[in-house]
Nanobody, 124 residues
Framework: QVQLVESGGGLVQTGGSLRLSCAAS????????MGWFRQAPGMERDFVAG????????SYADSAKGRFTISRDNAKNTVTLQMSSLRPEDTAVYYC?????????????????WGQGTQVTVSS
């Protein structure tokens, strides 16, 4: 089992940047593909970005392409989402998730473990 803890959220102005981190505990973090999702109030949980076990494959939602970068450090058991050029519509709770089958999926039901989330608020 993997425990995930997100950090790095906060309040930022439009055009600003934030760096979200997800720290994982438990064995074999490198055996999990990792994803970032977000959920705004009253909305579905949407895929943001994903990365394969060794970081060789990444995937981004269209809304994240060119602005967000996902990376991981298996030695430190962390996955990071660097966000720039933030917009008010990026406001949401951001969750990291782990998938034991290395699918780098955009489908949230295909992830096995979730963190508690971190709030990102972008002011206009």
């Amino acid at each position: 089992q993997v425990q995930l803890v997100e950090s790095g959220g906060g309040l930022v102005q439009t055009g600003g940047s934030l760096r979200l981190s997800c720290a994982a505990s438990g064995p074999t973090f490198s055996g999990y593909a990792m994803g970032w999702f977000r959920q705004a109030p009253g909305m579905e949980r949407d895929f943001v970005a994903g990365i394969s076990t060794l970081g060789r494959r990444t995937s981004y939602a269209d809304s994240a392409k060119g602005r967000f970068t996902i990376s991981r450090d298996n030695a430190k058991n962390t996955v990071t989402l660097q966000m720039s050029s933030l917009r008010p519509e990026d406001t949401a709770v951001y969750y990291c998730a782990a998938d034991s089958r290395n699918r780098v999926s955009a489908v949230y039901t295909e992830y096995d473990y979730w963190g508690q989330g971190t709030q990102v608020t972008v002011s206009s």
